[in-house]
């Protein structure tokens, strides 16, 4: 029988920690220090907030009923935004807001408290692969803010199927994206260790081949207190957009310098789900 090199066992024991209850955990770790802005009370929160309700009124034409899915929602940020858009356009509204983190989906109706809208809002606990258990069917779907990093290209192409199952064939799929490639490998360089924001750090500890992910420790300041393991996939907009091909029929990308959104990446639009491939592809192991 063939060694195995020692390398080739760090990569195997890596990739078994990169889904289930662990995936969450790490997750909930994470977000617990970094950051991001997204939640009721930051002010940030509320300016980003106000723009994403004026980018949708521009990119969307809503029709007089839109049910909306907002995966790997976080705090409800975006959903919400869509559903004051919605109304404010004279649409009835209804969303439906999914996380793996639980702690997040808490905020969600907080902000539709703020935001003044109407419509009804649910939240549910589930991996955003899976969204088409859930078992409604959804005028639009939304991935976003700093969402595709933490998907494999395996759980991402997944996570389309799922959405293509989900949203009706009149049905919209948005997708807010950046270039890293750019922005980070040739604007930047990438960095062996990252202060995030006043009370976090990252050091780089590894590259998982199986699944093209970045394996970063966070560590929580002061003290140096270790926090978490994260996994990171570096996704451009057209790669994510061409994964979105696969599964939809009519894709367009809507610039970050074209909507003049500072506060806002790329948009990918899809349009006319392949319902027959995603039924496949959701059934792969």
């Not at 595709?148 to 997708?175: M, N, Q």
């Not at 994964?243 to 506060?263: A, D, P, Q």
Request: net charge negative.
């Amino acid at each position: 029988m063939r060694e195995i090199p020692k390398y080739m066992i760090s990569l195997i024991i890596v990739t078994k920690t990169t889904g289930g209850e662990i995936m969450k955990e790490n997750l909930k770790k994470v977000y617990e220090v970094f950051p991001w802005k997204m939640r009721p009370g930051e002010r940030e929160a509320h300016v980003r907030f106000e723009y994403l309700v004026k980018l949708f009124k521009e990119i969307i034409d809503f029709p007089e009923k839109i049910h909306i899915l907002d995966i790997a929602a976080g705090s409800g940020i975006a959903g919400v935004a869509m559903m004051k858009a919605a109304e404010e356009r004279g649409a009835e509204t209804s969303l439906c807001a999914t996380d793996v983190r639980e702690d997040d989906l808490k905020w969600v109706h907080e902000w539709a408290d703020l935001a003044g809208v109407s419509g009804d809002v649910e939240t549910i606990a589930i991996d955003a692969s899976k969204v088409h258990e859930i078992g409604e069917i959804f005028d639009v779907a939304i991935l976003w803010g700093n969402s595709t990093p933490h998907f494999s290209p395996d759980h991402l192409l997944k996570v389309f199927s799922s959405v293509a199952l989900t949203i009706k064939d009149t049905g919209i799929f948005l997708v807010e994206e950046i270039d890293r490639t750019f922005r980070v490998f040739l604007t930047r360089g990438y960095k062996d260790f990252l202060v995030k924001g006043e009370n976090a750090v990252s050091i780089h500890s590894g590259y998982d081949h199986t699944t093209s992910m970045f394996i970063r420790k966070l560590y929580k300041l002061p003290g140096f207190e270790y926090v978490s393991d994260m996994r990171v996939k570096m996704w451009d907009t057209p790669t994510v957009a061409a994964f979105g091909k696969t599964l939809f029929r009519n894709v367009k990308i809507v610039w970050s310098h074209e909507h003049g959104g500072k506060k806002c990446g790329d948009v990918i639009i899809m349009k006319d789900p392949r319902k027959n491939i995603a039924s496949e592809i959701v059934e792969f192991k």
